[in-house]
């Protein structure tokens, strides 16, 4: 076949620069490269949940800290929250001892149009009754707003949006565009780094009122033009489908991840393995895997580590697993189904409510499926509806939801959900290069993070077939673990033949060294939880101790001294002596404080003995927490 003649110099040229504009150049960041670039990795504290006046719960409650004020409030300012003055503002000043590294905004996608439309004067449905109710702050209110949501076919208000009201997505268009420039403004691009910020909303189904609720975080500036809620997405597949479609293959530069969060809170639905109908099960496990590589194991509505006496999750009851939970037993046990009510404290629990049962259930999965849908890395956050990140100590919690708990009454009565049961909220860590939307979101990614209860705990965890037994005595551990191991997060290859036993696991902790006039606390002991699956498909968890123990620490509660000693650091080599290389199996760490008093106890403490409600006598209310960090688990995965 004869061939075609060469172009001529012109076409040539315009041939090429057409093929330019049909595949641009990949979309890069504009930013300066970071002071603090480090190989090996630094440690970064942030909060990944984080809710401002843009959500409607938070408007109610009387939150008027809109998202470039708690952007600032992250990075070291003060804002003021309820209880609101006279001229509609917050009258109590807060502000972080400590500023944050990263954070993002993530108000509920759902109603952005409808708050703005029923709280801007003069909008075209600023005198509808329903605006006027929500402005009026009742929990009749609350209730109509939140039930909107618990449904497979969900619709907006159809006296707001639509036919003489408002452009809904026009105008959930236009906060979504307020949301961006905040994130914009407060990210510090130069070389300092100083401030990260991320673009993010929640997604926030619900059914049967069983938590479905996902944080999604974008990766970068690029970002699709609205967000999705659950009006457009009714499932979770829906919502991972469309962020692929419409962010990752839609969007030069465009990266995302989804987070679910308070698996406590969802009768097993939140992972109960479903397959919408004509779909392919490995299909979508493997896009389950890939948009959702996180957990959000603990926040202000309570811990989703563990819970003793759970069917399908065999071993001997862990003391350190009654922490921050919501109900008290006796419940009903999910089995292998779920249920329906968890979000009022209602119906049974399941395994899959907790980090452990699920963990155990991707490896049952993988095992099912060849692709494991629930390797997840760890991370915890405030869910702070003040628009106050970060803000998580225990002494002077100021609460989390607006004018509902605003004075020590209201935190011990009337907080949403479960008043004296919330908590002051957690914080997610990294282990990143530098500072930067990139590196930080690249560590989230690869589940190289880890979730605190609210201290700043540096724990550092290393696992790998060969790792020195004298490492902790070594200056250059991250090093040489690093070249000889995975870190959390990760997978270990395929045992050396050299290898002469199971897989050793390297843990360092340093104590929260605190701030002036509030230093942290001692560290008690540092634990590996393995889990894995035997021959017949039981799963199994057992916990050993690493590094310290049981010192025997406590508090006065008379005063909220502690009492007895601790760690300023911890460190140990531990290696599974019942280690079957023909199991898949997991393993994460819990580093566990000292006692000390939790803040109901101080806000009893602080108020007159005849103005103490009943919840100050409660023996079921604890009165001291031990703080903790829980790491991202090293997985082993038989034939990789």
């Known amino acids: 076949m004869p061939r075609s003649p060469a172009p001529a110099p012109a076409l040539a040229l315009a041939l090429a620069l057409a093929a330019c504009q049909a595949e641009p150049a990949p979309w890069v960041e504009e930013r300066e490269p970071c002071d603090d670039h480090n190989p090996l990795r630094n440690l970064y504290w942030g909060d990944l949940h984080v809710h401002t006046s843009y959500s409607f719960d938070a408007w109610l409650n009387d939150v008027r800290v809109d998202p470039a004020l708690a952007l600032r409030f992250a990075a070291g300012e003060a804002v003021k929250i309820p209880p609101l003055g006279v001229d509609g503002l917050g009258t109590q000043e807060v502000r972080l001892d400590r500023p944050l590294d990263f954070v993002s905004i993530t108000d509920h996608s759902e109603y952005l149009a409808e708050v703005a439309g029923c709280t801007t004067p003069g909008s075209p449905v600023f005198e509808e009754s329903r605006c006027q109710k929500y ?64 673009v993010g909303y929640e997604w926030s189904g619900s059914r049967d009122l069983a938590n479905l609720h996902r944080n999604v975080i974008f990766r970068s500036s690029q970002v699709p033009p609205l967000p999705v809620s659950h009006f457009e997405a009714p499932t979770a597949h829906g919502l991972w489908t469309r962020l692929q479609a419409e962010c990752r293959e839609g969007i030069d530069g465009c990266d995302v991840m989804s987070i679910p969060h308070n698996a ?133 919690f100021p609460g989390h939801f607006g004018s509902r708990d605003a004075d020590p009454i209201g935190r011990l009565t009337g907080a949403i959900p ?96 605190g701030s002036e006039g509030a230093p942290g606390t001692p560290l008690q002991r540092a634990q590996v939880i393995k889990g894995w699956l035997d021959a017949g498909g039981e799963g199994h968890i057992e916990v050993f101790d690493v590094a310290g123990g049981d010192n025997g620490a406590s508090v006065d509660l008379a005063t909220c001294e502690p009492q007895g000693s601790g760690a300023d650091a911890l460190c140990g080599v531990w290696e599974d002596a019942s280690f079957d290389p023909a199991r898949p199996a997991f393993y994460y760490v819990r580093v566990v404080e000292n006692p000390v008093c939790r803040w109901s106890t101080r806000d009893c403490m602080a108020l007159a003995a005849d103005e103490r409600p009943e919840v100050c006598d409660d023996p079921a209310i604890p009165k001291v927490i031990q703080e903790r960090a829980w790491t991202s688990p090293i997985w082993h995965r038989p034939g990789t």
């Open 135 to 198: 402005r009026e702050a009742g929990a009749s209110s609350l209730v109509a707003f939140g039930l909107g949501l618990d449904t497979e076919s969900p619709s907006r208000f159809s006296d707001l949006c639509g036919d003489g009201g408002l452009d809904c997505p026009g105008l959930a268009g236009e906060v979504w565009t307020r949301v961006q420039e905040a994130a914009e403004a407060g990210y510090d691009r130069t070389r300092a780094c100083s401030m990260t910020t991320f």
């Open 264 to 396: 406590n809170w969802s009768n097993g639905q939140l992972f109960y393995p479903e397959v919408p109908e004509g779909e392919d099960p490995v299909a979508v496990a493997t896009l389950r895997a890939e948009m959702e590589p996180l957990l959000e194991v603990f926040q202000h509505k309570g811990d989703s580590e563990c819970i003793n006496g759970i069917s399908g999750v065999l071993g001997a009851p862990d003391e350190l697993c009654n922490f921050e939970k919501l109900r008290d037993p006796p419940y009903d046990d999910c089995g292998d189904g779920f249920g329906t009510q968890g979000m009022i404290g209602r119906g049974c629990i399941s395994r899959l409510d907790y980090l452990r049962g699920i963990l155990l259930e991707g490896l049952r999965q993988e095992e099912a499926l060849g692709v494991n849908p629930y390797l997840l890395g760890v991370i915890a956050s405030t869910d702070t509806h003040n628009g106050t990140p970060g803000m998580t100590a225990e002494a002077g």
């Open 418 to 513: 479960a008043g004296v049961r919330d908590n002051a909220g957690g914080l997610v860590a990294v282990w990143a290069e530098e500072k930067s939307r990139g590196a930080i979101f690249d560590a989230l990614r690869r589940r190289e993070a880890y979730g605190t209860s609210g201290p700043r705990i540096a724990v550092r965890v290393f696992g790998g077939w060969e790792l020195p037994e004298d490492l902790c005595d070594r200056a250059d551990l991250v090093a040489v673990a690093d070249a000889a191991g995975v870190p959390m997060g990760g997978v270990l290859p395929p045992a050396p033949t050299s290898a002469a036993g199971g897989p050793r696991i390297v843990v360092s902790a340093l104590r929260d060294p």
